[in-house]
């Protein structure tokens, strides 16, 4: 089982920032926050990932709270190609052989 | 740099018979893990290769195999196939020890 919870979907419009919530309440403290997202019939791209400090990159902003219970992915000026599902995976550094556990994710949806 | 490519795209097979779908991983990368994802649902972890060894499975039963060769391509294959093995297969690569997984555009499969 998934060890993230995510709503189910949100709306955004269009050139504003995207605050997508992500709660991993059982985390460790060897365990990385990951965000993919998956845009309709197309792989999973991998955006950005943190262990404890806030992560930035092109893409996207990972703000991890303090306690790394929570976490949100910001995308800053959302366009219409950034509708997909997002997925907040929790994973431990290195990986080893575990694979990455998918929950349900987010749908973005992002409005003209 | 080639990410990670998958062939074919889509295919049809019957039921009863058996598939083989191939996976290059990312240059620089030598760990190759599979996934299934059925329509509406996220990612569920096959197995993962390094070293031409599976090193770890999830909950699929032993008609899904796999091979690494020694230049780290993959292949996943599924024998004896039920209709309810239509899915996108993803193919997943790392390099080992590191962080970021990255993904395939995945090949369809369609049972009929």
């Known amino acids: 089982d998934a060890k993230t919870t995510q709503p189910t979907s949100m709306d955004c419009a269009e050139g504003r920032a995207a605050n997508l919530p992500c709660n991993h309440s059982?985390?460790?403290?060897?365990?990385?926050v990951y965000w993919y997202r998956q845009i309709h019939s197309q792989g999973p791209q991998y955006i950005i990932h943190?262990?404890?400090n806030n992560e930035t990159n092109e893409m996207a902003s990972l703000i991890i709270t303090e306690d790394r219970k929570s976490s949100t992915l910001i995308l800053p000026h959302a366009t219409l190609r950034d509708t997909a599902v997002y997925y907040c995976?929790?994973?431990?550094?290195?990986?080893?052989?575990?694979?990455?556990?998918f929950g349900k994710g987010t749908h973005l949806i992002i409005q003209p | 740099d080639a990410g990670v490519t998958q062939s074919p795209t889509h295919l049809i097979k019957t039921r009863g018979q058996q598939v083989t779908l191939r996976c290059s991983p990312k240059?620089?990368?030598?760990?190759v893990s599979w996934y299934q994802q059925a329509l509406g649902q996220g990612p569920q972890f096959i197995f993962q290769y390094y070293e031409e060894e599976e090193r770890q499975r999830g909950n699929f039963p032993d008609r899904f195999s796999g091979h690494q060769f020694p230049n780290y391509s993959s292949e996943l294959n599924v024998n004896a196939l039920l209709l309810g093995d239509s899915a996108l297969y993803l193919c997943?690569?790392?390099?080992?020890?590191?962080?970021?997984?990255?993904f395939g555009e995945g090949s369809w499969l369609t049972v009929v």
């Open positions: 059982t985390i460790s403290g060897n365990e990385y």
């Open positions: 997943a690569s790392s390099y080992t020890g590191g962080n970021t997984i990255y």
């Open positions: 240059s620089g990368h030598d760990t």
């Open positions: 995976i929790v994973r431990a550094a290195g990986g080893g052989a575990d694979g990455l556990t």
């Open positions: 943190g262990l404890k």
